[in-house]
């Protein structure tokens, strides 16, 4: 399952959300959409998340602002 951590209100997040949504859909994979203001610090810490948005493929994340294009040679990673 890809992860995408985000903070509301977050340009660069508001951008790659829908991106990611068409990314999942053409890679036929689930997104679980996390608000990071409701997670603990230390939880954050532990997943690498720094900086928003923070996506995991279970392999490795990606942060920042992302095109299509990046999100699907991503998520084809985690297969």
Same mark, same amino acid.
């Given at each position: 399952?890809?992860?995408?951590?985000?903070?509301?209100?977050?340009?660069?997040?508001?951008?790659?959300?829908?991106?990611?949504?068409?990314?999942?859909?053409?890679? %036929? %994979?689930?997104?679980?959409?996390?608000?990071?203001?409701?997670?603990?610090?230390?939880?954050?810490?532990?997943?690498?998340?720094?900086?928003?948005?923070?996506?995991?493929?279970?392999?490795?994340?990606?942060?920042?602002?992302?095109?299509?294009?990046?999100?699907?040679?991503?998520?084809?990673?985690?297969?």
């Amino acid at each position: 399952m890809i992860k995408f951590y985000y903070l509301p209100n977050c340009g660069p997040c508001e951008a790659t959300k829908p991106r990611a949504i068409e990314a999942a859909e053409l890679t %036929h %994979h689930d997104i679980l959409f996390i608000n990071a203001q409701t997670r603990a610090p230390e939880d954050l810490a532990s997943e690498g998340v720094t900086v928003a948005p923070t996506i995991s493929n279970g392999i490795r994340t990606i942060k920042g602002e992302q095109t299509v294009e990046r999100l699907v040679r991503f998520f084809q990673e985690a297969n």
